[in-house]
């Protein structure tokens, strides 16, 4: 294949929708990373704070790689947020603190709409390495959503929708 789109796909211009991906994933996960360090001060439980810095630790390599994209194409950056203030969880009023449930539950919903996310990307994208790095992400995503199931079922800390109960006959 030649021209345009043969060869090498890093070589290949990215498509609108693929800038307009990959620039939205830095900015979700550079959102990410400062709410989950905010949480971090709230949470009490050391298995949440685990689970906290593999959330933060992935969103931190998917800015890195997106940025790097977006770079490579002499493309604008999505702003970063300031570093926050050291909290620790006693000083923080408990009408103001986020439980740990509550948490939990949050990563969970977040980790839910990111999967769909980076499956919307692996669709939209013809450049096979941007692709390819959405499905990586998925693929990381997915481990940490069994991990997230986990720990909210062995805490105690997972609300079930309606279940379906057999009936009476």
Same mark, same amino acid.
């Given at each position: 294949?030649?021209?345009?789109?043969?060869?090498?796909?890093?070589?290949?211009?990215?498509?609108?929708?693929?800038?307009?991906?990959?620039?939205?994933?830095?900015?979700?996960?550079?959102? &990410?990373?400062?709410?989950?360090? &905010?949480?971090?001060?709230? &949470?009490?439980?050391?298995?949440?704070?685990?689970?906290?810095?593999?959330?933060?630790?992935?969103?931190?390599?998917?800015?890195?790689?997106?940025?790097?994209?977006?770079?490579?194409?002499?493309?604008?950056?999505?702003?970063?947020?300031?570093?926050?203030?050291?909290?620790?969880?006693?000083?923080?009023?408990?009408?103001?603190?986020?439980?740990?449930?509550?948490?939990?539950?949050?990563?969970?919903?977040?980790?839910?709409?990111?999967?769909?996310?980076?499956?919307?990307?692996?669709?939209?994208?013809?450049?096979?390495?941007?692709?390819?790095?959405?499905?990586?992400?998925?693929?990381?995503?997915? &481990?940490?959503?069994?991990?997230?199931?986990?720990?909210?079922?062995?805490?105690?800390?997972?609300?079930?929708?309606?279940?379906?109960?057999?009936?009476?006959?």
């Amino acid at each position: 294949m030649s021209g345009i789109l043969g060869g090498n796909s890093k070589d290949e211009p990215m498509h609108y929708g693929e800038i307009y991906q990959v620039w939205q994933a830095s900015m979700v996960a550079k959102g &990410a990373i400062s709410c989950y360090r &905010a949480y971090h001060f709230h &949470a009490g439980d050391k298995d949440l704070k685990k689970l906290l810095d593999s959330f933060i630790d992935q969103a931190e390599l998917e800015v890195s790689e997106c940025d790097k994209l977006l770079t490579d194409q002499g493309l604008a950056l999505a702003p970063s947020m300031p570093d926050r203030a050291e909290a620790r969880l006693e000083d923080i009023p408990a009408g103001a603190r986020f439980t740990d449930p509550e948490i939990a539950a949050k990563l969970a919903a977040d980790n839910a709409s990111a999967l769909v996310a980076c499956s919307m990307v692996m669709g939209q994208s013809i450049r096979e390495d941007i692709g390819a790095l959405f499905a990586k992400y998925h693929a990381s995503k997915a &481990a940490l959503g069994l991990k997230t199931l986990h720990l909210l079922k062995e805490k105690g800390w997972l609300v079930p929708p309606p279940l379906l109960a057999k009936r009476p006959e």
